[in-house]
């Protein structure tokens, strides 16, 4: 059977590449994605360093994560829309400078705020990476090779979840936390000659489409004050002003919080951009999100699974490396080490998606992924303790490893398993930003989970703590939250009963964390219910000539 011309063109990399070829460019394409993935968990293990470095506050802590995380988010469905356009190669190539050349502003960041600025910065390359990797996958790759491609692709993911932190925690011991940025530079070098060498350029072949500048505004403002809402409700005040903000010399005037204003903006902008994304469909214009996909039910069910579960699974990841250094007191190394343990599960479920993958559906093995993680993170929220040890806690990092590694890469497949390949960056960009904004949504509302927590418990333990006024108490609170727990071996000198308060306040808020992570989780499962099963799948023997998805129901 003869491809015609038309997919000849919009598939490249499938038509003129050899196989060899091919796998060589999976393996950079997977570097790359290993790079973005990397940096966003290789920062956890060297937060107390920054805590110490820069002074940076609890807030700003969760900013260092969202800022990266927030524009990562918000910009995927712009950049599978342009790599579409332009070049999915081109794109990859561009984003892994920006990536690099972020990094080294990151490294040499003087303050909170130029770390801040640069994460920014960092989560637009990182933007422009991770959909065209899905999407060269997708165009290049058929039949089982395509299902083995994504297993990788998914491996990759889940393994360096706990690569990154083992990674940062021998740099931020022995060299700086400066170098888990510098050694992105490196990376994107071996990563660009490698994309150049084995990695044919892909695009769409139809008529080019022109960018929805008004539906990347709109999602970009929804997603922002979402977050913004979430992380600073704490500080400014959920219903009234308790703390006014302040930009420049403007000072917000009402005794009404900025929050439920930050809420209804999100309320508003989203709306807006469902509506303007219809109009557009309806008169015929490229819309930013490709709602004509969300009538393939493995697409629109699998991309709610996907948020929910990214909510659950990425925000633990945010006060684990904290409790583990300032609760049990291990340094950023002997952290990385702990969390290692969830890289050895997801290479084991790897193996695992392998030998069952011809014989379980991927449904299912998303499900058995799901299950395991609520497993993990239930058990993690039991044995967390100020007196509980690594081998308490590894065990069930390492379940949670499997279920991340099985969920992750399945997941992936069955999002994108009906999507015709010409709608490939615009399906991936809708993939990869609902599990965006699931990890941004689960860094915000876990992480103020963990520090409010913390803060209510603490404040209720220093009162039975004899001889501490309540200005003094005020304080101590403030300083353990506002330092993301960094304060509290300091305070250990001062009072070894205030600093045991504190370690067991903070344990207390970690717990709270991982139990609302594994509800985020069953929600997840529960999600996935509405994904319809399907038997394994079995290649015909002229599936590389036919590929999978064109054609199907859009």
Known sequence: MSIPASDRAARPAEATGSPRRRWAGLVFISVAVALIIVDSTIINVAIPSIVDDLAITSTQVQWVQESYTLVFAALLLVFGTLADRYGRRRILLLGVVVFAAASVLAAFSGSGDLLIGARLVQGVGGAMVLPTTLSLINATFRGRDRGIAFAIWGSTIGGMVAVGPLLGGWLTTYFSWRWAFGINVPLGIIIVIGVLTFVVESRDAGEPRRVDVVGAVLSVITSASLVFGLIEGRSYGWWLTNKAMVVGDWTWPFE??????????????????VAWGLHRQRTGRTTLLAFSLFRIASFRNGNIAAMIVSLGEFGIILSLPLWLQNVLGYDALQTGFVLLALALGSFVASGLAGAFGNKVSPETIVRLGIVAEIIGVTGLGVVISKDATWLSVVPFLFVYGIGVGLATAQLTGVVLKDVPVEKSGQGSGTSSTARQIGSALGIAVLGTVLFTSVGASLDAKLADVPGIPAVAQSQIVDAVVDSAGAAIPALEARSPAIADAAR?????????????????LVLGFLATLRLSGTAPHRVPREADAAPAGVGGSA
């Open 256 to 273: 009404l919080s900025p929050i439920p204003f930050a809420f209804a903006i999100t309320l508003v902008a989203g709306a807006a951009f």
């Open 504 to 520: 067991d306040a903070f344990s207390e808020g970690t717990r709270y964390s991982a139990f609302a992570a594994a509800g985020f």
